[in-house]
């Protein structure tokens, strides 16, 4: 069985280009006692990948230099020396950028393909929704009649953000980078206000104008100066729960903005930086309530998915261009059960 991998070439500096990336393809070894043949169906393409390029110190080790990247993926099992795993079972995990892999099973989950669409399970019942979840409702805990502001909030994680504050009774702000996302925002989501940072000429005045009670939570997608900006808005004892910064991952030196410990210590604010694995005891409550929601038709949910194995880097540096709405992904190959 013949594999196709994609490899990190070189440490981007600044935003990575098609010179970041390289393809290989090379022979699969025969399976061994306990391993399974996992043929790629879904690839995610994920902000946080771009800090593990880079050799910094951080939560997660760098990718390996002329090694696959690896992410989330939904995979399944074409064939079997594994009792637990036999063929035809659909499986998540942490798998390399390839058509097809070999693993002993360690980390992969069972997902049932009957539940939702596969996709599915690397977004709003995956990690982005795990996210979204554990982020608002543990760190910020949104009350009724509170005002929610979230950045990047036509993502995969700011989709679902904003529609569990509503959920929660709040006021929900939006912050994206095009019309069309606007428009999503406040027609199909429901958010209450949409700020398109990119076309508006001063976002703190729009921001202010969008929340004249101020700001009791921030969900920080971005970082830079839309956080900047939100920051002066805060009202006393809000919450800030600090999920990623996209706006400074490609930064070559770290930019200088306001000092913001004078504005939590004055109005008393707590801001808290996560990663959703900190939450794992807390997954299986959270799944089944994104379900239930999703059933009952209480939340929308929106994927950008682009098809073929060749087109992950083009997905990957979108995300940094604003090119997708709600999760992004790559469709690999077609689920033989579908």
Known sequence: MKTRSILLNERPQGLPTDNTFKFKEEELPGLQEGQVLLKSLYISVDPYMRGRMSDAKSYVPPYKLHEPIMGGVVAEVIESHNAQLPQGTVVLGNLPWQTYSISDGKGLMSINPDLAPLSYH??????????????????????????VVVSGAAGAVGTVVGQIAKLKGCRVIGIAGSDDKINY?????????????????NIQNALAAACPNGVDVYFDNVGGEISDAVYSLLNNFARIAVCGQISLYNATSPPMGPRVEPILL?????????????????????????AGWLQEGKLQYEETIVEGFDQL??????????ENIGKQ????????GS
């Open 122 to 147: 690397l977004g709003i019942l995956g990690m982005p929704g795990l996210t979204a979840y554990c982020g608002l409702l543990i760190i910020c805990v949104p009350k009724p009649g509170e005002t």
């Open 185 to 201: 925002l406040k027609e199909e989501l429901g958010f209450d206000e949409a700020i398109n940072y990119k076309s508006t000429p």
């Open 266 to 290: 004055k109005t008393k604010s707590l801001m808290k930086g996560f990663i959703v694995s900190d939450y794992a005891d807390r997954f299986g409550e959270a799944a089944a309530e994104l």
């Open 313 to 322: 880097p083009h997905a990957f540096l979108g995300l940094f261009k604003g």
């Open 329 to 336: 992904l790559v469709k690999v190959a077609e689920y033989s």
